[in-house]
Protein backbone atom coordinates (compact mmCIF):
# COMPACT_ATOMS: atom_id res chain seq x y z
CA UNK A 1 0.00 0.00 0.00
CA UNK A 2 2.73 2.45 0.91
CA UNK A 3 4.72 2.13 -2.51
CA UNK A 4 1.59 2.31 -4.40
CA UNK A 5 0.64 5.28 -3.12
CA UNK A 6 3.90 6.96 -3.25
CA UNK A 7 4.07 5.66 -6.70
CA UNK A 8 0.53 7.73 -7.31
CA UNK A 9 2.23 10.66 -5.76
CA UNK A 10 5.16 10.59 -7.99
CA UNK A 11 2.95 10.21 -11.09
CA UNK A 12 0.49 13.47 -10.32
CA UNK A 13 1.34 16.80 -11.66
CA UNK A 14 1.84 19.67 -8.79
CA UNK A 15 -1.01 20.63 -7.84
CA UNK A 16 -3.37 17.98 -9.06
CA UNK A 17 -4.66 14.33 -7.19
CA UNK A 18 -3.78 11.23 -8.51
CA UNK A 19 -5.88 7.80 -7.15
CA UNK A 20 -6.03 4.32 -7.93
CA UNK A 21 -8.27 1.96 -8.62
CA UNK A 22 -10.29 0.94 -5.43
CA UNK A 23 -10.61 4.87 -4.86
CA UNK A 24 -11.43 5.49 -8.02
CA UNK A 25 -14.25 3.47 -6.76
CA UNK A 26 -15.51 5.03 -4.80
CA UNK A 27 -15.34 8.49 -5.87
CA UNK A 28 -16.73 7.86 -9.29
CA UNK A 29 -20.29 8.41 -8.48
CA UNK A 30 -19.36 12.30 -7.31
CA UNK A 31 -16.64 13.32 -9.29
CA UNK A 32 -15.06 13.70 -12.59
CA UNK A 33 -11.58 11.45 -13.43
CA UNK A 34 -9.41 10.86 -16.09
CA UNK A 35 -7.30 7.88 -16.82
CA UNK A 36 -3.86 8.02 -16.19
CA UNK A 37 -2.92 4.38 -17.61
CA UNK A 38 -1.03 2.11 -15.98
CA UNK A 39 2.13 2.75 -13.54
CA UNK A 40 4.63 0.26 -12.43
CA UNK A 41 4.68 -0.17 -9.16
CA UNK A 42 8.17 -1.75 -6.92
CA UNK A 43 7.11 -5.35 -5.52
CA UNK A 44 3.94 -5.42 -7.61
CA UNK A 45 4.07 -8.01 -10.64
CA UNK A 46 0.97 -6.21 -12.42
CA UNK A 47 1.13 -2.69 -13.23
CA UNK A 48 -1.41 -0.39 -11.52
CA UNK A 49 -4.56 1.94 -13.00
CA UNK A 50 -4.73 5.12 -11.75
CA UNK A 51 -6.72 8.06 -12.54
CA UNK A 52 -6.50 11.65 -11.72
CA UNK A 53 -9.12 13.80 -10.50
CA UNK A 54 -10.79 16.57 -12.38
CA UNK A 55 -13.86 18.29 -10.46
CA UNK A 56 -16.39 17.42 -9.17
CA UNK A 57 -19.72 15.88 -10.57
CA UNK A 58 -22.29 18.52 -11.77
CA UNK A 59 -25.09 16.82 -10.43
CA UNK A 60 -23.30 13.86 -8.06
CA UNK A 61 -24.86 10.54 -8.07
CA UNK A 62 -26.27 8.87 -4.65
CA UNK A 63 -23.18 6.76 -3.91
CA UNK A 64 -24.45 3.08 -3.95
CA UNK A 65 -25.34 1.76 -0.77
CA UNK A 66 -23.45 -0.62 1.20
CA UNK A 67 -25.48 -3.81 2.87
CA UNK A 68 -26.89 -3.18 6.49
CA UNK A 69 -25.81 -5.77 8.62
CA UNK A 70 -27.35 -5.95 12.41
CA UNK A 71 -29.35 -2.39 11.90
CA UNK A 72 -32.83 -4.27 11.76
CA UNK A 73 -34.00 -2.51 14.33
CA UNK A 74 -32.01 0.45 13.50
CA UNK A 75 -34.31 0.46 10.11
CA UNK A 76 -37.24 -0.58 11.46
CA UNK A 77 -37.54 2.62 13.51
CA UNK A 78 -36.37 4.92 10.37
CA UNK A 79 -39.15 3.13 8.40
CA UNK A 80 -41.50 4.29 10.62
CA UNK A 81 -40.35 7.91 10.84
CA UNK A 82 -40.75 8.11 7.13
CA UNK A 83 -43.90 7.01 7.26
CA UNK A 84 -45.46 8.98 9.67
CA UNK A 85 -43.77 12.16 7.69
CA UNK A 86 -45.50 10.93 4.78
CA UNK A 87 -48.74 10.93 6.84
CA UNK A 88 -48.05 14.43 7.15
CA UNK A 89 -47.07 14.16 11.15
CA UNK A 90 -43.56 16.40 11.74
CA UNK A 91 -41.01 14.46 13.37
CA UNK A 92 -37.84 15.08 15.13
CA UNK A 93 -34.88 12.07 14.27
CA UNK A 94 -31.33 12.64 16.06
CA UNK A 95 -29.16 10.16 15.09
CA UNK A 96 -26.08 10.15 18.02
CA UNK A 97 -22.93 7.16 18.13
CA UNK A 98 -19.07 7.64 17.91
CA UNK A 99 -17.33 7.95 14.80
CA UNK A 100 -17.34 5.25 12.01
CA UNK A 101 -20.56 3.42 13.73
CA UNK A 102 -22.75 4.14 10.76
CA UNK A 103 -25.06 7.62 11.23
CA UNK A 104 -24.41 8.53 7.95
CA UNK A 105 -24.96 4.99 6.31
CA UNK A 106 -28.10 5.24 8.54
CA UNK A 107 -28.81 8.30 6.83
CA UNK A 108 -28.57 7.18 3.43
CA UNK A 109 -30.75 4.44 4.11
CA UNK A 110 -33.41 7.07 5.48
CA UNK A 111 -33.03 8.51 2.00
CA UNK A 112 -33.62 5.91 -0.28
CA UNK A 113 -36.69 4.91 1.76
CA UNK A 114 -38.04 8.47 1.66
CA UNK A 115 -37.02 9.24 -2.45
CA UNK A 116 -39.75 10.44 -4.46
CA UNK A 117 -42.25 11.33 -1.51
CA UNK A 118 -40.38 14.25 0.28
CA UNK A 119 -38.09 17.27 -0.58
CA UNK A 120 -34.39 16.65 0.62
CA UNK A 121 -32.72 19.26 2.08
CA UNK A 122 -29.10 18.35 3.21
CA UNK A 123 -26.35 19.87 4.38
CA UNK A 124 -22.95 18.69 6.38
CA UNK A 125 -21.00 20.56 9.53
CA UNK A 126 -16.95 20.68 9.20
CA UNK A 127 -14.42 21.12 11.98
CA UNK A 128 -13.19 24.76 10.68
CA UNK A 129 -17.33 25.84 10.50
CA UNK A 130 -16.87 28.45 13.10
CA UNK A 131 -15.00 30.32 10.17
CA UNK A 132 -18.25 29.93 8.40
CA UNK A 133 -21.58 31.00 10.07
CA UNK A 134 -24.81 28.70 8.83
CA UNK A 135 -22.41 26.97 6.32
CA UNK A 136 -24.59 23.27 6.47
CA UNK A 137 -27.56 25.56 6.19
CA UNK A 138 -26.25 27.72 3.42
CA UNK A 139 -25.49 24.25 1.69
CA UNK A 140 -28.76 22.56 1.66
CA UNK A 141 -30.22 25.98 0.32
CA UNK A 142 -27.74 26.16 -1.99
CA UNK A 143 -28.33 22.67 -3.22
CA UNK A 144 -32.16 23.30 -3.56
CA UNK A 145 -31.40 26.13 -5.30
CA UNK A 146 -29.15 24.37 -8.16
CA UNK A 147 -26.55 26.53 -7.33
CA UNK A 148 -22.68 25.50 -7.90
CA UNK A 149 -19.26 26.50 -5.98
CA UNK A 150 -17.80 29.57 -8.36
CA UNK A 151 -21.14 30.20 -10.45
CA UNK A 152 -21.95 33.75 -11.15
CA UNK A 153 -23.81 36.03 -8.82
CA UNK A 154 -26.72 36.88 -11.27
CA UNK A 155 -27.44 33.13 -12.10
CA UNK A 156 -27.43 32.27 -8.56
CA UNK A 157 -30.03 35.09 -8.11
CA UNK A 158 -31.66 34.13 -10.86
CA UNK A 159 -32.10 30.61 -9.85
CA UNK A 160 -32.99 31.77 -6.85
CA UNK A 161 -35.81 33.99 -7.65
CA UNK A 162 -37.37 31.29 -9.85
CA UNK A 163 -37.30 28.79 -7.21
CA UNK A 164 -39.06 31.22 -4.87
CA UNK A 165 -41.80 32.07 -7.20
CA UNK A 166 -42.91 28.72 -6.06
CA UNK A 167 -44.36 30.11 -2.64
CA UNK A 168 -46.84 32.67 -2.44
CA UNK A 169 -45.97 36.23 -3.20
CA UNK A 170 -46.43 37.65 0.40
CA UNK A 171 -44.00 35.33 1.34
CA UNK A 172 -40.95 35.60 -1.42
CA UNK A 173 -40.41 39.37 -0.45
CA UNK A 174 -40.15 38.54 3.74
CA UNK A 175 -37.72 35.32 2.41
CA UNK A 176 -35.57 36.51 -0.39
CA UNK A 177 -33.39 39.09 1.16
CA UNK A 178 -32.14 37.16 3.77
CA UNK A 179 -31.80 34.56 2.08
CA UNK A 180 -29.76 36.48 -0.27
CA UNK A 181 -27.96 37.42 1.98
CA UNK A 182 -26.78 33.61 3.44
CA UNK A 183 -25.76 33.36 -0.23
CA UNK A 184 -24.30 36.16 0.05
CA UNK A 185 -25.92 37.82 -3.35
CA UNK A 186 -25.59 41.49 -3.32
CA UNK A 187 -29.22 43.09 -2.15
CA UNK A 188 -31.66 45.85 -3.35
CA UNK A 189 -30.00 49.40 -2.12
CA UNK A 190 -33.39 49.51 0.22
CA UNK A 191 -32.98 45.78 1.82
CA UNK A 192 -29.35 47.00 2.13
CA UNK A 193 -30.19 50.25 3.88
CA UNK A 194 -32.98 47.81 6.20
CA UNK A 195 -30.08 45.38 7.33
CA UNK A 196 -27.69 48.15 8.28
CA UNK A 197 -30.11 49.65 10.47
CA UNK A 198 -30.20 46.23 12.89
CA UNK A 199 -28.59 45.43 15.34
CA UNK A 200 -26.49 41.42 14.84
CA UNK A 201 -28.80 40.21 17.00
CA UNK A 202 -31.75 41.74 15.04
CA UNK A 203 -30.61 40.51 11.98
CA UNK A 204 -29.48 37.08 12.81
CA UNK A 205 -33.40 36.52 14.49
CA UNK A 206 -34.71 37.69 10.75
CA UNK A 207 -32.43 35.25 9.06
CA UNK A 208 -33.45 32.62 10.96
CA UNK A 209 -37.10 33.49 10.58
CA UNK A 210 -37.09 33.86 6.73
CA UNK A 211 -35.41 30.31 6.81
CA UNK A 212 -38.18 28.72 8.79
CA UNK A 213 -40.54 30.71 6.51
CA UNK A 214 -39.05 29.30 3.77
CA UNK A 215 -38.84 25.54 4.97
CA UNK A 216 -42.23 25.63 6.35
CA UNK A 217 -43.57 27.27 2.67
CA UNK A 218 -41.87 24.10 1.05
CA UNK A 219 -44.02 21.58 3.61
CA UNK A 220 -46.85 23.14 2.29
CA UNK A 221 -46.42 21.63 -0.82
CA UNK A 222 -45.70 18.19 0.55
CA UNK A 223 -43.15 16.17 3.37
CA UNK A 224 -39.56 18.34 3.89
CA UNK A 225 -36.81 16.46 5.35
CA UNK A 226 -34.43 18.93 7.05
CA UNK A 227 -31.05 16.95 6.85
CA UNK A 228 -28.03 18.36 9.25
CA UNK A 229 -25.10 15.46 9.50
CA UNK A 230 -22.05 16.38 11.98
CA UNK A 231 -23.72 18.31 14.45
CA UNK A 232 -21.27 18.27 17.04
CA UNK A 233 -18.80 20.81 14.28
CA UNK A 234 -22.06 23.25 14.19
CA UNK A 235 -21.52 26.89 15.24
CA UNK A 236 -23.59 28.55 17.20
CA UNK A 237 -25.47 30.09 14.59
CA UNK A 238 -26.44 26.91 12.80
CA UNK A 239 -27.49 25.47 16.29
CA UNK A 240 -29.92 28.72 16.84
CA UNK A 241 -31.35 28.29 13.55
CA UNK A 242 -31.76 24.41 14.09
CA UNK A 243 -33.06 24.70 16.99
CA UNK A 244 -36.07 27.19 15.71
CA UNK A 245 -36.85 24.41 12.82
CA UNK A 246 -37.50 21.86 15.40
CA UNK A 247 -40.33 23.80 16.17
CA UNK A 248 -42.05 23.16 12.41
CA UNK A 249 -42.03 19.90 12.99
CA UNK A 250 -44.75 20.51 16.05
CA UNK A 251 -47.18 22.17 12.97
CA UNK A 252 -45.83 20.99 9.28
CA UNK A 253 -44.96 18.05 7.69
CA UNK A 254 -40.99 18.01 8.49
CA UNK A 255 -38.54 15.70 9.79
CA UNK A 256 -35.30 17.32 11.10
CA UNK A 257 -33.07 14.92 11.52
CA UNK A 258 -29.39 14.84 13.01
CA UNK A 259 -26.40 13.24 12.95
CA UNK A 260 -23.70 14.30 16.01
CA UNK A 261 -20.95 12.22 17.84
CA UNK A 262 -21.36 12.17 22.01
CA UNK A 263 -19.85 15.20 22.28
CA UNK A 264 -21.23 16.77 25.57
CA UNK A 265 -19.17 20.12 25.09
CA UNK A 266 -20.29 20.66 21.51
CA UNK A 267 -23.26 22.80 20.03
CA UNK A 268 -24.58 19.31 18.63
CA UNK A 269 -25.21 18.40 22.54
CA UNK A 270 -26.98 21.80 23.79
CA UNK A 271 -29.46 20.90 20.59
CA UNK A 272 -29.81 17.59 21.59
CA UNK A 273 -30.41 19.16 25.00
CA UNK A 274 -33.16 20.93 23.75
CA UNK A 275 -35.71 18.28 22.73
CA UNK A 276 -35.15 16.59 26.08
Not at 155 to 161: F, G, H, W
Request: charged share 25%; glycine share 8%; aromatic share 6%.
Amino acid sequence: TTNVAARLQSSAEPGTIAVGEATAQCLVHAFVLEPLGELSVKGRDQPVEAWRLVSTQTAAQAAPLTPLVGRNEEVARVRAVVDDLTQGRGQVLFLLGDHGIGKTRLLAELRQLATGTVTWLEGRCVSYGTEFPYGALVQMLRGWVGSEEGEPELSVRTKLRAKLGLLPAAEVSNVLPYLSRLLSLKLEPEDEERMRGLTPEELAGEIRLAYCTWVESLARQGPVVVAIEDVHFADSSTRALAEDLLALADRAAVLIVATFRLDTASEGWRLRMRVL
